[in-house]
């Protein structure tokens, strides 16, 4: 059964053909591509994914902007096979992707998730390696030094107190994904959120070492975007208050630390303080020393 890809569309057209072009260049044909298109104003998206002759590759529109957690929802409600890919659309797939994860599925079908060796890449291609991203290889180790198939408190905890996810790399299970619902109000974090929710759900991820996947890091994704105007924190703050409450709820006490300190990701915010100074001044720099330091409480 073919691998199920889709990729909800808003960003540069260029890069987008890029992903599209990584797809269509897979050693494997088990594949299916749907791009969904939030109504980006630009018509080259449409008319070279129309001009690919290609009958599993497949274009969709909105009508309007409907925002990337509807766009989300949108891609996963389309999904008709058993395996499901939300591909960022600026990230690329080496060659042997689909292979790899396919194969990481059939060797243990449990797996709610499998999360295949990443390679990071700037803007322009180039393999990088930023501090943030050895971190989470760091962090990737030491979860699978048992085993790598990782499920229960010990992997949310892990992932509350430092996400070492490619979210765009993912592969689903689709009975998985479609059982639990994109977050409202939380469209930086809401990876993390889904994937909490499905170990917290009893679910599983599977850790693939074949890197076969590349993760763009630019500064004009969204994440980085919004972490100079601090919107990106508040939405981490009110996630990771929300994830405490239901850690605690499920009695895992670990992960509800794990989330009420969120260490990485408030030393995130430190490590941006002399960027947001110098291009927003000192309402740049509040919200961000307010997520470093502020204790998180629960109100």
């Not at 180790?141 to 499920?151: C, D, E, K, V, Y």
Request: charged share 25%; aromatic share 8%; hydrophobic share 45%.
């Amino acid at each position: 059964m073919p691998l199920d890809i889709f990729i909800p569309f808003w960003g540069d057209p260029d890069l987008l053909e890029t992903t599209v072009r990584s797809v269509l260049a897979q050693d494997s044909d088990d594949w299916v591509l749907t791009v969904v298109d939030d109504a980006y104003p630009d018509p080259r998206p449409r008319a070279f994914l129309e001009g690919i002759d290609d009958d599993r590759v497949r274009y969709v529109r909105h009508e309007s902007n409907v925002g990337i957690t509807e766009n989300y929802r949108a891609c996963v409600a389309m999904a008709t096979h058993e395996h499901v890919v939300l591909l960022g659309c600026d990230d690329v797939l080496l060659p042997d992707y689909v292979r790899t994860v396919l194969a990481a599925h059939a060797r243990v079908p449990e797996a709610s998730v499998v999360q295949p060796g990443v390679q990071v890449v700037d803007a322009d291609g180039t393999v990088v390696r930023p501090l943030g991203d050895v971190v989470k290889d760091r962090l990737r180790a030491r979860a699978t030094r048992h085993g790598r198939l990782l499920r229960g408190e010990a992997v949310a905890a892990g992932l509350l107190q430092a996400d070492w996810l490619y979210w765009p790399s993912l592969s689903f299970r689709r009975d998985a994904l479609t059982s639990l619902p994109f977050r409202d109000g939380m469209p930086i974090i809401q990876d993390l959120a889904l994937v909490v929710d499905l170990v917290l759900a009893g679910g599983s991820i599977l850790v693939e070492p074949r890197t076969c996947f590349q993760y763009r890091r630019h500064a004009s994704s969204a994440s980085s975007a919004k972490a100079y105007d601090g919107s990106r924190f508040a939405g981490e703050r009110a996630y990771f208050r929300l994830a405490a409450g239901l850690a605690a709820d499920h009695g895992w006490r670990r992960a509800e630390r794990a989330a009420r300190w969120h260490v990485t990701s408030r030393l995130h915010a430190l490590t941006l303080a002399p960027g947001a100074l110098r291009a927003r001044g000192l309402r740049g720099l509040g919200p961000l020393l307010r997520h470093a330091f502020v204790p998180l409480t629960d109100a």
